[in-house]
Each structure stands twice: as C-alpha cells, then as structure tokens.
C-alpha cells in the first residue's frame, strides 16, 4: 500500500514534468506544424540558467527570470531561422532544430563542462512535505506538481479566455483573415513558438534541482517527449496529459518493481518500456490515444 | 558510364595516391559510409523518409556479421569473407522489414519521430541483452579465418579496403538502377504526393515499407563491412543516437537531392570525424553551424551548391563577384573560427590567457569580413539570379 501510493505519487509527479515539456512541444507542433527537435534541449537551458542565477541572484528570482531569457531565445531562433526556413516545409524546420540540439549541447558543455552540476534545492524546498505509513514525499516534487498545474491553467485560461488568446487562435486557424483584420501573424506565431520554449525552460528550472542538470539530459528526455506525444496522438494535448501520465507511472513503477521477467529484472526493463509503449500503440491503434489525423 | 568509369578508377586509384596507412584506413571507412549514407538517402533524399534511427540496420549488419565470422571459423564452415558482407545486409534487410512495418505507417515528421524511439528501444535493448550484444566489451573477431580465398586472406589493410571498395561500387550501382525501377519511381512519387499514389491504386504505406526495407539491407552491408574493417563492434557506438544523428547530418551536408550528394557527405563524415576531431576541440560546434547554415540557405547541400553555382563558373561569368565572396567569406570565417578556438581554449585550459590584441583584431576581422560580405552579396545575388535563368534560357 505504501509503495503503491509513493510510487503512484512520484509517478504522478514525473509524468505532470513530462507534460509540461510535451504541452509546449503539442503546442508549437499543433499550431505551427514545427516539430522542435530542439525542445529538450531548451528544457536543459532552462536547467542551467536557473542553476546560474539561483547563485547570482537566488533560486526564487531564477525561476522568473530563467524561463523568461529560454523563451526570448526561442523566439530570437524563430525570427532568424525558422522563418526562413518555413517555405522549404516542415522537414527543413526539424532539421533546423535538429541542428540546433548540437549547438546548444556545445554550448552547455563549454559553459558547464560535462558533469553533473550541482543544482541544488533551495532551503523552502528541502525535507518532506509529509509522510505517510512511515515514507516521506519530499516538498521538490509537490512544488515540480504545482508549478506544473499552475502553468497548464494559466496557459489554458490565457489561450481560450482572453483576448490574446483569440487572435493566437484566429492567427494559426485563418491567417490570412488575422492579418487583414490588423493582426501581425508572423509575430504571433513567434510569441507561440518563443512561449513553448519558456514553458520548457520553467520546467527545466523546477526540474533540474529535482532530478539531474547535466548535459546527457537533452537526448535523453527528448527522445522520451517524443514517444510521449506519439502515443498521446500528433497535436492533441489532452492526449499529451494522457500520455505524460502514463508514462510517468510506468517508469516509476517498473524501476521500483522488483520481480524477474525473462530472466531480466523489470527494473532493467525500465527505460525500454515507453518504446515498447509506442510500438504497441503504434500498432493496434496508429492515431495514438486521443489523436485525430491519421498521419 | 563515363561518370561509373570515372568513379570506379578513383576507387582503383585513390589508395595508390595515398599511400600512408592513415590514408588508408580513412579511404575504407569513406567506402563503407558511402554505401551507408547512399542507402539513408534512398529513404530521405528519394522517400521522403527523416530517419532518426538508421544506426539501428547498420549496426544489425555489423553484429550479424560479427556473428557469422566468429560461427565460421569456430565451426570450421566454408563462407569466404567476401560474402560476410550480404549476410549482414540480409540481416539489416529482414529487422528494417520488421520495424518497418511500424515506422512507415507515417510519414513526414511523425516518422522522424518514431525512428528516434525505435532507435533508443533498440538501443536500449541492446544493452540489456549481453549475451547477443557483447554488453560494454563489444564482440570481437579475427577476419582471417579458415584458408582465405582465391588467395587473399584479407590481413592486410589493402585487400581488406579491395574488398570494401568492390561493394562500394557494387553497391552504388544498384541503389542508382534502383531509382530507375517502378518502386524507385513510385518511392519519388510517394515523397512528392502520396495522395495522388494512393489514388492510382498504390498504397503509399507499402512503397515507403518496402524501400525502407531495401535500406536495410544496404545499411547492413555497410554494417557489416564496418565489422570487417575494425574486427570488433559495441553495442553502445553501434545503435547509439550519435551514428543515426551522424548519417542524416552528412548525408544533408553532401547533399539530398542529387544521388551522388551522399557520396560527398561520406567523405565529409570520415573527414570531419576523425581528422577535424584531432584538430580542434570544437569542430561539433563548427559541424552544428554549417549545417544550421546550410539547412537556411543551401537546402541542396554541397552537391546542390555545385550543381546551380559550376554552370554559371564554367561559362566565366560573375568571376568577380564570386571572387569578392569567397574573400569577404574567408576573413568572417578565420575571425570566428578564432574566436571560437580562443573561447574553447579559454574555458578548457586552465593556463591559456588571449592577448587582448588579438582578440580585438578577430573580432574586427569578423566584423569586417561580415559587413563585406553582407554588401558583396546585395551586389552578387540579383546578377546571379539573372545568370541562372540566362543560362536555362539557353539550355531550353
């Protein structure tokens, strides 16, 4: 009972910092068409912003400020390449993304060298928030789970109840009728891209000091939002909710699970199982869970 | 057949010209990548088709064949070295019709996406099954086995690059008669439009199933000639991310479009991998850059960028400009390549200080450089739109 509940718990709370990088990702990618390959690795830029501005400035500033300076580059990017690069179609943005993943990784390793940094959690966020049957949740992972619940409602509010949000719709919807009501399209779909990447930047500052900053973080949770949002379904973001959580859960369970398989202990098994996931899904059901486009 | 008689005496010629054992040993590499990047851009240059997990075929090839060798020579079976190779395309041909059936289900960028988790799976897997991978070891093998053949035992470096630059070729041929044939044409159609396919009756799921296939096997020669070339193979550098990342880079370097492209992103990869890596410690950063750069403004490629700018050279027109160019491109490129080597040497050597005049004189240099290039082009780039259609003009 107590390791399902804490597992269920740390589960829950990985799978809502998996949504919050697989939300910008659906975001960007159902508005604008770009799959950014680049979007774990804003999501370690963020880590490491917030690691060097928690010693400049302290850890509660860093998680304004961090996010803030991820998305102004995001948005700098999509001025400069990305547009540029829209009228050979969506591949050429990939690779672009593609491309940046390795300048960013460079940068962060000249920056912060290859090993682990050590980010460490501000004193608020140190020790349990409580405990049960004899078992403690630390504060770092609620906060991970309220930081991300905050964020998905202000988004949600922000896109569907005001104003803003309207003409974002109405831009990425009909954007030649946006534009000729006065609205500047290219902008808007800069802010969205740029605000995607803030969205993985915060998440890379609550993240970074809950689980790892180091420079291997980049690929490996890239390829992880990714099966996310296959699984989840192209585009759909409750789909992605759907997905983050599932994932989240079944990685946390299997690494505490302790039965044999095969002969291959499940805990082994465990950074394979949201490939097999995908494969199966992509199998019986190639939409993916909440998806709508077939391709 | 000029251009196959051409390409088969360089092949012949180039371990003659050079001769050193470094030069060797980067020509065979260069042969079996080549067969590598070719059989990536029959998936993504002629299909359509972004892989993110193309290490996952070659490396089935290099373990296939690591097996087979190690099986032969234990058992004392009669299977020459030269056939070791189509063992392993048969093996990267069956597991990429395997998971092929998932990955091409979708196309575009869903595609890419679920290449990359089918790569981290396999790779991943691999590292959980030792006793099929090797585990961190690796598998190794000794390629003179049994009596040799037609007496080469393929010891030496040279016959062992004979053997890679016979597939090389062969290899090449076929993947070229392949874009002639109904499925190389179909496979451009279906990147093109698979609507329109769908519509004549095809499935574009199951054109884009069965080249992807055809890659596989290729991608295994490549594999397994890899295994032959180095006599050992590891699962973490085999399936890893880095390789599948490393095809698609330099086959987009040398160029997609063109079906020699991959052929220049081979050389490129061998050179940049392991000559510029001895070089300087940032050449990752330079690799990220060009192609960043080449992604915005030269979508063809080096091969591409040859193909629209050698007519233009050939017929002697806009010499000038070409030459203002290449100057003003010269001094940007030398004040941030050393920049960049100062920044790494900066941050990576704890002794090293820049003298300040030097710095302020690259940066200068750059800047200089950038703003000459920046007007050279405003002048060149309208004049040579005009030579461009000038020259089509003519050919019509």
């Known amino acids: ?295 | 057949m000029k251009r196959w008689i051409f390409f088969a005496a360089l092949l012949i010629a180039a371990p003659f010209v050079f001769r050193s054992g470094l030069a060797l040993s980067l020509l065979s590499q260069i042969g079996y990548i080549a067969i590598i990047c070719l059989s990536y851009n029959l998936l993504f240059g002629q299909g359509g088709m972004l892989s993110f997990g193309h290490a996952v075929y070659v490396g089935t090839g290099a373990f296939a064949a690591a097996h087979v060798v190690n099986l032969a020579s234990a058992a004392g079976w009669w299977l020459p070295l030269p056939l070791v190779p189509l063992v392993g395309g048969v093996a990267g041909g069956l597991v990429a019709f395997v998971l092929g059936f998932v990955t091409t289900r979708k196309a575009g960028t869903a595609f890419a996406m679920i290449t990359l988790g089918i790569g981290e799976l396999v790779g991943a897997m691999s590292n959980m099954l030792p006793g099929l991978f090797g585990g961190e070891g690796g598998i190794s093998i000794n390629r003179v086995y049994g009596g040799g053949w037609l007496g080469f035992n393929f010891g030496p470096q040279e016959q062992v690059y004979g053997l890679i630059a016979v597939y090389c070729f062969v290899c090449t041929a076929l993947l070229y008669a392949f874009t002639g044939t109904p499925l190389g044409r179909l496979l451009n159609a279906v990147r093109d439009n698979p609507e329109r396919v769908e519509f004549i009756g095809y499935s574009a799921q199951r054109v884009r199933w069965h080249a992807f296939t055809i890659a596989g096997f290729f991608a295994g020669i490549g594999g397994a000639l890899a295994t032959i070339n180095f006599e050992i193979v590891t699962s973490g550098e085999a399936f890893s991310a880095l390789r599948s990342g490393g095809y698609l880079l330099f086959t987009f370097l040398g160029g997609a479009s063109l079906f020699a492209g991959p052929l220049i992103g081979a050389v490129l990869l061998v050179l940049a991998t392991m000559l510029m890596s001895e070089w300087t410690q940032a050449w990752l950063l330079y690799l990220g850059l060009g192609f960043c750069l080449l992604v915005m403004y030269a979508p063809g490629g080096v091969a591409g960028l040859w193909m629209s700018n050698w007519p233009i050279l050939r017929a002697g027109r806009l010499l000038r400009g070409y030459a203002s160019l290449l100057l003003s491109g010269a001094a940007l490129a030398i004040g941030v390549i050393g920049l960049v080597e100062i920044v790494y040497r900066w941050r990576l050597q704890l002794d090293y200080a820049p003298s300040v005049l030097l710095v302020v004189g690259l940066i200068a240099l750059a800047l200089m450089g950038g703003a000459a290039w920046t007007l050279a082009w405003r002048h060149f780039h309208p004049r040579w739109l005009e030579a461009q259609a000038a020259l089509a003009g003519g050919a019509r």
């Open chain 1, 1 to 295: 009972m107590e390791f399902v509940l804490i597992s269920l718990l740390n589960g829950l709370s990985y799978g809502l910092l998996l949504f919050m990088l697989s939300s910008g990702l659906t975001l960007i990618f159902s508005m604008m068409g770009v799959l950014n390959f680049a979007h774990a690795s804003f999501y370690m830029l963020g880590a490491y912003f917030g690691y060097q501005l928690s010693l400049w400035v302290g850890y509660w500033p860093a998680l304004l400020i961090a996010p803030l300076i991820v998305g102004l580059l995001g948005a700098g990017i999509e001025r400069i390449g990305l547009r540029r690069v829209r009228r050979f179609g969506h591949v050429a943005e990939l690779l672009l993304t593609f491309g940046l993943s390795y300048l960013v990784l460079e940068f962060v390793q000249l920056s912060w060298g290859r090993a682990v940094v050590p980010y460490g959690l501000p004193s608020e966020l140190q020790g349990p928030l409580f405990t049960i049957f004899g078992t403690q949740f630390p504060r770092s992972r609620s906060f991970v789970m309220l930081v991300a619940l905050l964020m998905l409602g202000s988004v949600w509010l922000l896109l569907t109840r005001t104003r803003i949000g309207l003409v974002i719709q109405a831009a990425l919807t009909h954007p030649e009728m946006a534009e000729s009501l006065g609205h500047n399209v290219p902008l808007v779909l800069t802010g969205v891209f740029g605000g995607g990447c803030a969205l993985a930047g915060l998440a890379g500052v609550v993240g970074g000091n809950t689980y790892v900053t180091e420079p291997a973080i980049a690929a490996s949770l890239g390829s992880i939002i990714f099966v996310v949002v296959v699984v989840g379904g192209l585009g759909s973001l409750a789909g992605a909710f759907l997905a983050s959580m599932l994932i989240g859960l079944l990685q946390t369970f299997a690494v505490a699970i302790d039965t044999r398989l095969f002969d291959i202990s499940v805990s082994q098994m465990a950074p394979m199982l949201p490939y097999l996931l995908m494969v199966l899904i992509l199998i019986f059901r190639p939409r993916g869970l909440m998806g709508t486009r077939e391709t």
